[in-house]
Each structure stands twice: as C-alpha cells, then as structure tokens.
C-alpha cells in the first residue's frame, strides 16, 4: 500500500505513514517505521512478530496511548493526531477496551466490582454497574463467581474477569496485548475462544498483539510485522 494512498472512511482503523522515534541523537530509536494499515469492522486482526519489532508501540498509537511521530491515525472515525490530551482520555474511556498479559485486577474488589470499574470511572450509578458486570461475567462462565476476589479465582478465570472488565462498556475497539502468554494450553484456547464469540462484533474492531501461534486460527487476518514495518497481511488459513 503506497503511503499516499487517501485514508479510509469506512475502515474502524486508518494508518497512513506512521512512524515512531523514541529517545534523540545517537539513542534515537525507530520502532515504526512507515506503517499503513486498515482494519475493517467486524474483524480480529493479529500482530504477530518479533519482540522489539514493533507491535505493542503500534497498538497503543491505534488506541490513543502513544502519539506517532509521523503520520496519520483514524480511529472510530475521529483523527487521534489532531486531538487534544483531554479528548483522547474521553476516547479512551468511551470507545477502548483493553486486555493485557498481566490482569492487573484490583485484590480487594470481587469479580463483579472489578469487571464494574470502567463503568464506575464513567459515572454510572453502583447498583446499575454491578448488574451489567455481571450480565458480562455470566455471558463468560462466571455466573456463580460473582463475589470472588481474584485470589480465588484460577488464571484462566481471572482473564475471563478481564475480558469483562474490556467489554463491560460495549467499546468499538477492543486491544488486546498478549492475552494468552501467561495462560496455558487449555486456558488460552478458551481465551481466544472467548474474545472470538463474545468480542467480535459488526460495529468493533479486535487487534491481537501475540507471539503465541496457538492463536492463530481464532484471527480473521495476521499481520507480521519486523522492523518496525509491516511485511504482510494473510489470512489464518495462510498461516496453517
């Protein structure tokens, strides 16, 4: 895709020339370089590569934690790198849903209150929140581990609580940084399983950071990323 080529209105992302330049001088260090990239609603997309390639740096530019150096970034249709700080905390909140390798559960709260957090830091009343949890949780398998606190809870359960804390506020776009690393086997395949029924959805867009090929088969496409650019897009059946 050359990086002249206009932006895409109807796609959930739209990169044009990204680049990305950490440090200055002689510790400057180049973790994108040149990136285009759409990604339609309705799929999960895969970065898959090397560590230090690239893919967490181009991740958090699509969800509007980390400003590109360069570049063009449309995300659910507004243009993150003309808006301001406040606007992209507003964005975040409203339309982002993050899932990351480590759970980052709060120990003190239950399941529920944990998966009610987004909705609690959006203004919802109590009650309200803690009922939608969990009509989440219940939709994840943990219907009847409501008030348990993450300590009691096994791994694979306790990402099935952060799922639902991703997808408690219906958010259009859904990162997800190495979902399954800490999980095994058994585990991860319920995970992504997971992310494919209940995530996946007409009016979202999924993105997958993963080094675990495991995951693979649950992506709608892979992109393969080194260097800080993008070597292609295939689609799962591509990569059995």
Same mark, same amino acid.
């Given at each position: ?20 330049? &950490? ?10 370089? /040149? ?13 898959? /590569?090397?560590? /230090? ?10 969800? /509007? ?25 507003? &964005?975040?909140?409203?339309? $982002?849903? &993050? ?48 008030? @348990? #606190? ?10 099935? +609580? ?5 997808? +408690?506020?219906?958010?259009?776009? #859904? ?5 399954? @690393? ?17 995530? $996946?959805? !007409?009016?979202?867009? +999924?993105?997958? +950071?993963?080094?675990? !090929?495991?995951?693979? !088969? &649950? ?22």
């Amino acid at each position: 895709m050359p990086a002249s080529a206009p932006p895409n209105t109807t796609a959930a992302i739209t990169l044009r020339g990204v680049t990305k330049e &950490f440090g200055r001088g002689e510790s400057r260090t180049r973790a994108l370089r /040149g990136v285009d990239l759409d990604i339609p609603y309705g799929e999960l997309l895969m970065l898959v /590569g090397p560590s /230090g390639c690239g893919k967490t740096t181009l991740v958090s530019i699509m969800a /509007g934690t980390l400003e590109p150096t360069a570049g063009t970034v449309r995300s659910l249709g507004h243009d993150l790198t003309t808006m301001t700080n406040g606007r992209k905390v507003r &964005f975040r909140r409203d339309h $982002v849903g &993050f899932i990351f390798q480590a759970t980052n559960l709060l120990p003190a709260l239950s399941a529920v209150e944990n998966a009610a957090v987004p909705l609690l830091i959006a203004g919802w009343q109590r009650q309200r929140a803690l009922l939608a949890a969990a009509a989440m949780l219940d939709r994840l398998g943990l219907g009847d581990r409501l008030t @348990s #606190l993450p300590s009691e809870l096994s791994g694979g359960q306790q990402q099935r +609580v952060t799922i639902a804390r991703a997808l +408690v506020h219906e958010p259009r776009l #859904l990162v997800c940084d190495e979902p399954t @690393s800490a999980l095994d086997a058994e585990n991860g395949r319920i995970t992504m399983e997971l992310i494919r029924q209940v995530a $996946v959805q !007409p009016d979202r867009a +999924v993105v997958v +950071v993963t080094h675990d !090929p495991r995951a693979y !088969p &649950f992506a709608d496409r892979i992109a393969t990323m080194e260097d800080g650019r993008i070597e292609s897009v295939t689609t799962a059946v591509d990569q059995a």
